[in-house]
C-alpha cells in the first residue's frame, strides 16, 4: 500500500492534478445558495455595488459615470439626485455587466456572485503559483487549500462586492513581478504594474501588497545598485507611474463630483479604536482566530510564522496585511468584510505551518501529523459554525415589499424605502430613491419622490404617510403608498 502511495506522490505533476480537483471542488461549494436575493449578509454593501451595474445594464456602460439607485444625501452629505457612486472604478461592474449581456436568461444577482467567484479561483491559481514557489511542490496545493475552504473566504469570495476581484489582480502582479525578479525581463516588470495600477483602482488599500513587492526588490538589489544603474532606475521609475498615475487620474475625476465620494475618513481611526483593547480583540481575536481559522486554525498559521524560514515571503506579505489592519483600523473592526483582502498571507502562512508540522523531526512525527489533521478539519468546521449563519435571509419581508413596489408603480417611480439607511431595500424595488428619510416628508417629494413603503409599519413616519396620503397595499408585512394622492378629509 506504502509503495502505491509513494508511487502517486511522486506522479510528474501530481500537484496539478490535485490543484486542478481543488480549483473543481472550490468552485462547487460557491455555488451553494448563489442565486440567493441580496438580503444575506452585508447585503447593503452588495446592493450598492450590483445596483451600479444595474443601471448599466438599463441605461448603458459608461465607466467614468458609475450610478446607483440611492439618490439620497446620506452616504455623501450632498444632495446627489443623478445616484452618482463615485467609490471603485466599476471595473467588477464592467465584468458583471458583460456576464449578464452573455447569460442574460439567469439570475442578474447570481451573475454578480458569480463574477466574484470566477476571479477568486483565478487567485486560488496564483497563490498555488507563489506558495509553490516559495514552499516548494506541496506548498502551492496547501495555500490554494486553505484558500478554496476556509469557509469565510467562501462566503466572501462569492458576494457581490469589488473586493475579491482586487485579491485577484493583486495576486496575479504580485505573480508577475515574482517572475520579473527570476528573471529580469522587463516585460514582466510593466505587466505587473499595469495590473496592480487596477487592483488599486478597485481598492487603493492594495497598496500594501507591495510589502513583498519591496522584500524581493531589496533581496535582489542593494538600494545602491538600483540608484547607480540609470537603466534599473527608470524601469523601477516607470513601473511606479503605471502603478500609481491611473488611480491619481481616477482620484482627480472623481474629486470635481464630492455629491459622488461617500464619507470614507471614518475608516481609518474615526472612533479611536486603534490599539485600544477592543481593536486587539476584534480583528485577532474575534476575526483572525475564531471567524477566519476557527480558532484550531492558528496551530499551523502560528507555526508558519515562527518556523525556521529560508525566505520571508510570507512574513513581507503578511506585514502588509498587518499594516492594512493598523492603518484602516475603524473599518476593519466595524466590517468584516474589510478582511478580505488578508486572506492571501494567512493562507500562505498556514501552508508554511502545515508543512513544517507534517515534516517536523522534534515531535512524534505521526502525532504530530495526527494534529495537524485535526487541526485543520476542526479549524474548518468551527469557521463553518459562524459563516453558515452569513447566507441567511433574516428579513424576507423587504423582498416582498420590493416585489410589491416593482408590480405597483411606474418603472419612473421615485420611492422612499426607509431601512436605516440600508439600500438592501431600495435595491429590492427596483427603482431609485431613498434609504432613509433624511429630510420632511414634504421636501422629499418635492425633489421627486413618488411612492413610499415601509416594512416597519408602527414607525412614526409610516403613521404620519398612512395619514395622509393614498394606500396602494397594505399586508401584515408591509405598506405601499402613493405619495401623489393626498386623502380627502
Given amino acids: 500500500m506504502s509503495k502505491i502511495i509513494n508511487r502517486v506522490i511522486n506522479l510528474k505533476y501530481i500537484e496539478y492534478i490535485i490543484l486542478t480537483l481543488l480549483l473543481i471542488f472550490g468552485l462547487l461549494v460557491r455555488l451553494y445558495k448563489i442565486n440567493n436575493p441580496i438580503a444575506d449578509w452585508h447585503s447593503w454593501r452588495q446592493a450598492d455595488t450590483a445596483s451600479v451595474t444595474r443601471n448599466y445594464v438599463n441605461d448603458g456602460l459608461n465607466l467614468l459615470y458609475p450610478k446607483y439607485h440611492d439618490i439620497s444625501s446620506i452616504q ?13 472604478f ?23 456572485r458569480l463574477t466574484s467567484i470566477i476571479f477568486s479561483i483565478f487567485s486560488a491559481y496564483f497563490l498555488f503559483l507563489i506558495g509553490k514557489r516559495y514552499l516548494g511542490k506541496w506548498g502551492g496545493p496547501l495555500t490554494s487549500f486553505f484558500f478554496l475552504f476556509i469557509p469565510f473566504n467562501i462566503f466572501f469570495s462569492r458576494v457581490i462586492l469589488p473586493e475579491p476581484l ?16 527570476d528573471s ?27 510589502f513583498p513587492v519591496v522584500y524581493l526588490v531589496l533581496g535582489k538589489y542593494q538600494v545602491k545598485k538600483i540608484i547607480n544603474t540609470p537603466k534599473l532606475l527608470i524601469n523601477f521609475l516607470i513601473f511606479v507611474d503605471l502603478v500609481l498615475i491611473p488611480l491619481l487620474l481616477w482620484r482627480f475625476w472623481i474629486g470635481k463630483h464630492p455629491e459622488g465620494i461617500p464619507y470614507f475618513t471614518w475608516a481609518f481611526n474615526g472612533d479611536l479604536i486603534r490599539f485600544r483593547p477592543a481593536f486587539w480583540r476584534w480583528i485577532f481575536g474575534e476575526r483572525i ?13 502560528v507555526l508558519g510564522v515562527v518556523v525556521k524560514k529560508k525566505n520571508y515571503f510570507g512574513i513581507s506579505l503578511m506585514l502588509g496585511a498587518l499594516a492594512y489592519v493598523f492603518i484602516v483600523a475603524t473599518a476593519s473592526v466595524r466590517h468584516d468584510y474589510y478582511q478580505i483582502l488578508i486572506i492571501p498571507p494567512i493562507c500562505l502562512l498556514a501552508a508554511e505551518g502545515s508543512l513544517a508540522l507534517w515534516k517536523n523531526n522534534i515531535f512524534n512525527k505521526w502525532l504530530a501529523r495526527l494534529i495537524l489533521i485535526f487541526s485543520i478539519i476542526l479549524g474548518l468546521g468551527m469557521g463553518w459554525y459562524q459563516v453558515k449563519e452569513y447566507y441567511k435571509i433574516d428579513h424576507p419581508e423587504i423582498i416582498a415589499a420590493g416585489t410589491a413596489v416593482d408590480r405597483l408603480t411606474p418603472k419612473d417611480a421615485k420611492v422612499i424605502a426607509p431601512y436605516n439607511g440600508d439600500t438592501a431595500f431600495l435595491y429590492q424595488t427596483n427603482r431609485w430613491g431613498w434609504p432613509v428619510v433624511d429630510d420632511s416628508i414634504e421636501n422629499i417629494i418635492k425633489l421627486g419622490a413618488t411612492v413610499y413603503v415601509s416594512v416597519n409599519l408602527g414607525s412614526g413616519d409610516t403613521k404620519y404617510v ?24
Fill in 76 to 88: 455623501t452629505g450632498y444632495l446627489n439626485l443623478e445616484g452618482l457612486r463615485l467609490v471603485e
Fill in 90 to 112: 466599476p471595473i467588477f461592474n464592467f465584468f458583471h455587466y458583460l456576464l449578464v449581456k452573455i447569460l442574460p436568461s439567469v439570475s442578474f444577482d447570481a451573475l454578480g
Fill in 166 to 181: 482586487c485579491v485577484f489582480f493583486s495576486l496575479f502582479s504580485l505573480w508577475l513581478f515574482i517572475k520579473y525578479i
Fill in 184 to 210: 529580469e525581463k522587463v516585460f514582466y516588470l510593466f505587466f505587473s504594474g499595469i495590473i496592480f495600477s487596477l487592483a488599486l483602482l478597485i481598492k487603493p488599500f492594495a497598496l500594501f501588497y507591495l
Fill in 289 to 301: 482566530g475564531r471567524l477566519i481559522l476557527g480558532i484550531w486554525g492558528l496551530i499551523p498559521f
Fill in 466 to 489: 398612512e395619514g395622509k396620503y393614498k394606500t396602494i397595499e397594505k399586508t401584515s408585512q408591509y405598506i405601499v403608498i402613493d405619495l401623489t394622492k393626498l386623502i380627502k378629509k
